[in-house]
């Protein structure tokens, strides 16, 4: 009995994601953005913890990756394509785009399958056990979030629109699931050689932080951008 208890704890652990997955996603539609992005970061914490506690536990199972995978579609898919189909009713819609109004906040849901997409391609690219093959969808899905949170003025503003917000979508779309490597922060070791761009990176995330609310969104950017710089 004690056996079979243990075996779910990491499934537990994962449906946890899955929840708060859902309840951002039921937050975004109601265009409640901080509640939402909480949300998306307890699923991350959750979804890094679900792994952890599977290999200290030794009960790894087949059914535990295909509920992470599930899980992560909902949280990293799901409710970062919700914020972006509330926000495209907020945004100025420009007058060549008037006669798709109706349907454009339903293309947001195109971050979704390319955020499944991506899971899917993860789980069987064996390159991706020490880089990363495409942006990540926790990276994502928590760039979206904190960018609608710290730059809202900006993006309903008339400096802003709905053609420039559906190019960026667009944009991250291609990347979740783009033959572009970009570096893991697995240290092996402490080798400043060996380690070079992961400190570059770490170190270049410092200012981000005095940008509030906005400051992943600048992080995951300096990410792509010192990956595509400093590959090797």
Known sequence: MANSVIRQIPNAVTCCNLICGCMATGAAFHGQYQWAV???????VFDFFD?????????????????DSLADVVTFGVAPSAILFYL???VHVPEIMM?????????????????????AKFNLDARQATQFIGLPTPANALFWGSLVLGEHAFLVSLKFNAFFLFLFMLLFCF??????????????NFSLAENRVRYLFLLGCLPCFLLGASCFAAIIVWYVAVSLVCRR
């Not at 909480?38 to 991350?44: F, P, R, S």
């Not at 792994?51 to 990756?65: D, E, H, N, Q, Y």
């Not at 990347?175 to 092996?188: D, H, R, S, W, Y």
């Open 51 to 67: 792994g952890l506690t599977a290999r200290a536990l030794g009960v790894s199972s087949p059914i535990g990756k295909e509920l």
């Open 99 to 119: 006669p798709l109004r109706p349907v454009l906040p339903y293309t947001a849901f195109l971050m979704a399958a390319f955020s499944a997409l991506r899971l």
């Open 38 to 44: 909480l949300m998306i970061v307890m699923g991350a």
């Open 175 to 188: 990347l979740l699931v783009a033959e572009v490597p970009l570096i893991a922060l697995k240290f092996k």
């Open 88 to 90: 495209f009713h907020q």
